[in-house]
């Protein structure tokens, strides 16, 4: 496939605007794989923390304190589960390689004003290459197939995402799981995923760590993850996530068991503090917990994953990238139940590793290799699909006057 460097990178022309005497902030309401939210052009944001955190709630109809058990979201654009209430901040940037999509991802939940800047999103990241063509900020000519490199800044990530398009301009489509038809089709390659956010594959440095009564293994690549056997809590593995959520014994022993290797693993905030053990409580993100069977459908792994408060109706790719990757080093919970996946080289090579999920089946490509009694990982890749939901213009009612006055210098006036 062409990918040729050739295109350039210009400026969105997104601009904030007052509207009937209402600040108003260009947004586009996008879909990424299994997950839904808003991407926003960062050069426009406020500088503080404080106050793009005041701009985001507004946003996505949160609280802007506190908590707010059962909040609806009914003046914002999220929408419940965590799944449903993501920010990407973008900006670009020329490099050596070509044009780079910087990414910032907020995650927030509906009912508590906190909001997490510690980890990426796999699924809505394969909405930022459709947005950034969407947006005129990377202009290609039509029949042009595209590769775009994309920075995560919370996670430290790169990767390389891929579209094809043909002689009249239109994105090939995909199928995934958990979505019904096809839209813009999106492989998103992670370059060097081990240890981003705690510098080991094996965050504990073992194989096997004993929990809470139970035997998991940490592992992190692209995100931080607690993996456990389904038959640890008397499951298989195969069970409707709804029914698994309804299970409160099942649901408040995988709590104590991801908040107590949340704190083996040495879980970090973003300013390199270790995570207490209140804040890994109510963390929205890590660190991910899934329990895993043996498949019956023709998959590698089953599994039901949590984001960990919630249950995940399909299965997030970071998590799936994670989870592949276990399945490949001996001795984990995960390469206990896996079956039929090739074995490792001493040269690096695709491994594909498919995981049976409430939706479907996840398929996944580990690039790695052997080295001595080492697993070297280079790359996890995934495909996703895309789709622009709305673009457009979101009144921003109630901004504190220390907001507006940040905002001021991007608004031109349609009174």
């Known amino acids: 496939m062409s990918t040729d460097k050739a295109y350039s990178l210009a400026d969105p022309g997104l601009t904030i605007r007052r509207h009937s005497g209402v600040l108003e902030i260009p947004v586009h309401y996008m879909r990424g794989g299994t997950s839904t939210g808003v991407v926003l052009w960062e050069p426009l944001m406020p500088q503080g923390e404080s106050l793009r955190a005041e701009l985001l709630r507004h946003l996505m109809g949160v609280p802007q304190t506190g908590h707010q058990s059962g909040n609806r979201q009914i003046t914002g654009l999220g929408r419940g589960p965590a799944t449903s209430n993501k920010v990407f901040l973008m900006r670009g940037e020329m490099t050596a390689n070509g044009l780079r999509l910087i990414s910032t991802l907020a995650q927030l939940a509906s009912d508590h004003a906190d909001i997490d800047w510690s980890v990426n999103c796999g699924n809505m990241s394969s909405a930022l290459p459709l947005w950034a063509v969407d947006t005129g900020l990377f202009q290609l000519p039509a029949s042009q197939n595209c590769e775009i490199e994309i920075k995560n800044t919370n996670t430290g990530v790169l990767t390389i995402a891929r579209m094809k398009r043909d002689e009249h301009g239109q994105f090939a489509n995909a199928e995934i799981p958990g979505v019904k038809g096809a839209f813009p089709s999106v492989d ?69 068991v991801w908040i107590d290797a ?154």
């Open 262 to 415: 949340g704190l083996k693993m040495r879980l970090r905030r973003r300013d390199g503090e270790l995570m207490s053990r209140a804040e890994i409580e109510r963390s929205e993100t890590i660190p991910k917990v899934c329990i895993v069977g043996a498949p019956r459908n023709g998959g590698n792994i089953a599994v039901r994953y949590f984001t960990p408060q919630t249950g995940h109706a399909s299965m997030a790719v970071s998590g799936g990238c994670c989870l592949a990757a276990a399945c490949l080093i001996p001795g984990t919970t995960a390469h206990r139940v896996a079956t039929g996946i090739a074995p490792l080289s001493e040269e690096f090579a695709d491994v594909e590793v498919s995981i049976e999920n409430p939706a479907g089946r996840l398929d996944t490509t580990v690039v790695a290799a052997l080295r001595g009694r080492e697993i070297d990982i280079k790359s996890a890749a995934y495909r996703r699909s895309a789709q622009i939901l709305m673009r457009g213009h979101v009144p921003l009612y109630g901004a504190s006057s220390e907001l507006a006055n940040a905002l001021a210098e991007s608004i031109s006036t349609l009174d």
């Open 188 to 256: 998103l390659f992670l370059q060097s995923p081990v240890g981003n956010k705690t510098g080991a594959l094996l965050p504990t440095g073992k194989v096997i760590d004993v929990v809470a009564g139970h035997e998991v293994s940490c592992v992190d690549v692209a995100v931080p993850m607690v993996i456990a056997q389904a038959s640890s809590f008397g499951k298989t593995g195969h069970e409707p996530i709804a029914e698994l959520e309804a299970d409160q014994p099942f649901m408040q022993a995988l709590r104590e």
